[in-house]
C-alpha cells in the first residue's frame, strides 16, 4: 500500500497555497445565507458539484455549511465521485493510506476499507484516483467544517445502482458518518435548455426516482444507488441550491449544471 494520494488540481479548480485555499473556502461558507446553515436535523447524506471553486464553489458551500452542527460528530466521510478520466469496472479504492491536500492529510479509514474489500464490486484502482478531480474537490471543504475524520474514498465507473447501495449499507453507521456524492449536472447545453433539463434532474432526484442518467449527471451512478439507499432508510431530500456556470464565471452558451442537495434522517427539513 502506497502511504499518499497526492493532490492533482490544486492550483487550477482551487487554489494551491495553503493560505490562499483558506481564505478562499472562508469567503464561499461565509457567503452562506445565515438562514441555510439553521437546519433542523444535520444531513446524513450530500450531493455535492465538483468542478472549479469559482464555477461551482457557491453551491457547494451551501452544502458544507449545513455540517457545521456536526462538526466535532462526523469521524468517517464516505466519498463517492464518478471516474473522469480513468475507465473501472466497479467501485475503485485508492490503496493508499492517505490523500493530501495544501491543508494537510486526511487518513483512510482502513477498517472501513477492510468491511468492503470482499466485496466483488469493490476494486482497487491507484490509477482511477491519481489525476481524478471529482473527488478531491471536497476535500479542502470538508476539511474546513469538520473537526477530525477519516476518509473512504471511492471512484465509480462502471457499476450497477444495486452495487453502489450495497457499499453504502455495509458503511451507513450512525450520525458518525457521512455520505458525500460528488457530481456535476448536464454539460455544455445553451443556458436555457441546462436550466431546463437540469430541474427535472433534481425533481427526479427529489422523488427518490433512481433513473439519473450520465448525460443529467457525470455522477449518475452514485447517484442513483444513493437514492436506492435513501429510499432504504427513509431519508428525506431537499434541494439547497441549483445553478450553472453560466450564473457564476462562465458564458451562457454552453454552461454546466450544479446543484446541491442534502438527504436528512428523521425530522423533514420543509423545502
Same mark, same amino acid.
Given at each position: 500500500?502506497?502511504?499518499?494520494?497526492?493532490?492533482?488540481?490544486?492550483?487550477?479548480?482551487?487554489?494551491?497555497?495553503?493560505?490562499?485555499?483558506?481564505?478562499?473556502?472562508?469567503?464561499?461558507?461565509?457567503?452562506?445565507?445565515?438562514?441555510?446553515?439553521?437546519?433542523?436535523?444535520?444531513?446524513?447524506?450530500?450531493?455535492?458539484?465538483?468542478?472549479?471553486?469559482?464555477?461551482?464553489?457557491?453551491?457547494?458551500?451551501?452544502?458544507?455549511?449545513?455540517?457545521?452542527?456536526?462538526?466535532?460528530?462526523?469521524?468517517?466521510?464516505?466519498?463517492?465521485?464518478?471516474?473522469?478520466?480513468?475507465?473501472?469496472?466497479?467501485?475503485?479504492?485508492?490503496?493508499?493510506?492517505?490523500?493530501?491536500?495544501?491543508? #494537510? +492529510?486526511?487518513?483512510?479509514? $482502513?477498517? *472501513?476499507?477492510?468491511?468492503?474489500?470482499?466485496?466483488?464490486? !469493490? =476494486?482497487? &484502482?491507484?490509477?482511477?484516483?491519481?489525476?481524478?478531480?471529482?473527488?478531491?474537490?471536497?476535500?479542502?471543504?470538508?476539511?474546513?467544517?469538520?473537526?477530525?475524520?477519516?476518509?473512504?474514498?471511492?471512484?465509480?465507473?462502471?457499476?450497477?445502482? #444495486? +452495487?453502489?447501495?450495497?457499499? $453504502?449499507? *455495509?458503511?451507513?453507521?450512525?450520525?458518525?458518518?457521512?455520505? !458525500? =456524492?460528488? &457530481?456535476?449536472?448536464?454539460?455544455?447545453?445553451?443556458?436555457?435548455?441546462?436550466?431546463?433539463?437540469?430541474?427535472?434532474?433534481?425533481?427526479?432526484?427529489?422523488?427518490?426516482?433512481?433513473?439519473?442518467?450520465?448525460?443529467?449527471?457525470?455522477? #449518475?451512478?452514485?447517484?442513483?444507488? $444513493?437514492?436506492?439507499?435513501?429510499?432504504?432508510?427513509?431519508?428525506?431530500?431537499?434541494?439547497?441550491?441549483?445553478?450553472?456556470?453560466?450564473?457564476?464565471?462562465?458564458?451562457?452558451?454552453?454552461?454546466?449544471?450544479?446543484?446541491?442537495?442534502?438527504?436528512?434522517?428523521?425530522?423533514?427539513?420543509?423545502?
Amino acid at each position: 500500500m502506497q502511504k499518499l494520494r497526492s493532490p492533482a488540481v490544486a492550483g487550477s479548480f482551487y487554489p494551491g497555497q495553503a493560505s490562499a485555499l483558506s481564505r478562499s473556502l472562508g469567503e464561499l461558507l461565509g457567503a452562506v445565507p445565515a438562514a441555510s446553515k439553521d437546519i433542523a436535523v444535520v444531513p446524513k447524506a450530500l450531493i455535492v458539484p465538483h468542478a472549479g471553486y469559482i464555477y461551482s464553489g457557491p453551491t457547494a458551500a451551501l452544502a458544507y455549511a449545513c455540517l457545521a452542527p456536526a462538526h466535532a460528530t462526523i469521524k468517517r466521510v464516505i466519498l463517492l465521485g464518478p471516474v473522469h478520466r480513468v475507465p473501472v469496472r466497479g467501485l475503485a479504492l485508492a490503496n493508499v493510506r492517505a490523500f493530501a491536500t495544501p491543508l #494537510g +492529510e486526511i487518513e483512510v479509514d $482502513l477498517d *472501513a476499507i477492510d468491511a468492503i474489500a470482499g466485496m466483488p464490486q !469493490v =476494486v482497487l &484502482s491507484p490509477q482511477a484516483h491519481a489525476q481524478e478531480h471529482s473527488l478531491e474537490v471536497q476535500l479542502p471543504f470538508l476539511q474546513s467544517v469538520l473537526d477530525d475524520f477519516k476518509l473512504v474514498p471511492l471512484a465509480v465507473g462502471d457499476a450497477t445502482p #444495486g +452495487e453502489v447501495a450495497q457499499v $453504502l449499507e *455495509a458503511l451507513w453507521g450512525g450520525p458518525e458518518t457521512l455520505i !458525500v =456524492v460528488s &457530481s456535476d449536472l448536464s454539460h455544455y447545453l445553451p443556458y436555457a435548455s441546462a436550466q431546463a433539463t437540469d430541474q427535472a434532474t433534481v425533481n427526479n432526484i427529489l422523488a427518490l426516482s433512481p433513473r439519473v442518467t450520465h448525460e443529467q449527471a457525470c455522477g #449518475g451512478t452514485p447517484i442513483n444507488g $444513493l437514492l436506492l439507499a435513501a429510499t432504504s432508510h427513509h431519508l428525506q431530500p431537499r434541494l439547497l441550491g441549483l445553478c450553472n456556470s453560466g450564473d457564476t464565471a462562465g458564458d451562457k452558451g454552453r454552461v454546466v449544471g450544479y446543484a446541491s442537495i442534502a438527504f436528512t434522517e428523521g425530522q423533514h427539513v420543509p423545502q
